[in-house]
Antibody, heavy 118, light 108 residues
Framework: EVQLVESGGGLVQPGGSRRLSCTAS????????MSWVRQAPGKGLEWVAN????????NYVESVKGRFTISRDNAKNSLYLEMNSLRGDDTAIYYC???????????WGQGTLVTVSS | SYELTQPPSVSVSPGQAATITCSGD??????AYWYQQKSGQAPVLVIF???KRPSGIPARFSGSTSGTTATLTISGAQVEDEGDYYC???????????FGGGTKLTVL
């Protein structure tokens, strides 16, 4: 069964940095685009970023461009999200997702909470 | 920026049909997808590529598109179908994703 497990969430001060990880199992990780989606407390889903199978293409939502970097290590079946210059409105549960047909997420992790606060 | 527009809430009685719409200028050029999210849980895909159902999703869930509107229909909604529903698609000019604002479905 496909499994995605996020880690790295926690409390971080405004202006700080955090690196999220997502470890995948039970599927050929290197054959799929992957994505990050976040959900602020009590709010809707917001697509954040995605990355092509070989890492050659990356896309970001406008609000995180220049601050967040998505990356992957196919040898370790792992996806990452490096977050810098964090702000209060980055507070959210961050979900990792497997992308099917380079379009939609067909499997989701359970999420990791990032709280940006002093 | 590209946006998908959903009604904030829909309410039906058990056994009635629930219809949730999603407006986006890129439909039908781009596919519509629908996710169900219950409180405290990760989203679950219920419709992909406009009308297809993943395995394990009940047949009462169906999707369609007409012009620039995608529609999720739950025929004979049940109490267990309550939750938030999000439409999703990709940007008309690239591979960025976008979610609609979400619709809270109440069945009572």
């Amino acid at each position: 069964e496909v499994q995605l497990v996020e880690s790295g969430g926690g409390l971080v001060q405004p202006g700080g940095s955090r690196r999220l990880s997502c470890t995948a199992s039970d599927f050929s990780f290197g054959n799929y685009w992957m994505s990050w989606v976040r959900q602020a407390p009590g709010k809707g889903l917001e697509w954040v970023a995605n990355i092509k199978e070989d890492g050659s293409e990356k896309n970001y939502v406008e609000s995180v461009k220049g601050r967040f970097t998505i990356s992957r290590d196919n040898a370790k079946n792992s996806l990452y999200l490096e977050m810098n210059s964090l702000r209060g409105d980055d507070t959210a549960i961050y979900y990792c997702g497997r992308v099917k047909a380079a379009a939609h997420i067909d499997f989701w992790g359970q999420g990791t909470l990032v709280t940006v606060s002093s | 920026s590209y946006e998908l527009t959903q009604p904030p809430s829909v309410s039906v009685s058990p056994g009635q049909a629930a219809t949730i719409t999603c407006s986006g200028d890129a439909f039908p050029k781009k596919f519509a997808y629908w996710y169900q999210q219950k409180s405290g849980q990760a989203p679950v895909l219920v419709i992909f590529e406009d009308y297809k159902r993943p395995s394990g999703i009940p047949a009462r869930f169906s999707g369609s598109t007409s012009g620039t509107t995608a529609t999720l229909t739950i025929s004979g909604a049940q109490v267990e179908d309550e939750g938030d529903y999000y439409c999703y698609s990709t940007h008309p000019n690239g591979n960025q994703g976008v979610f609609g604002g979400g619709t809270k479905l109440t069945v009572l």
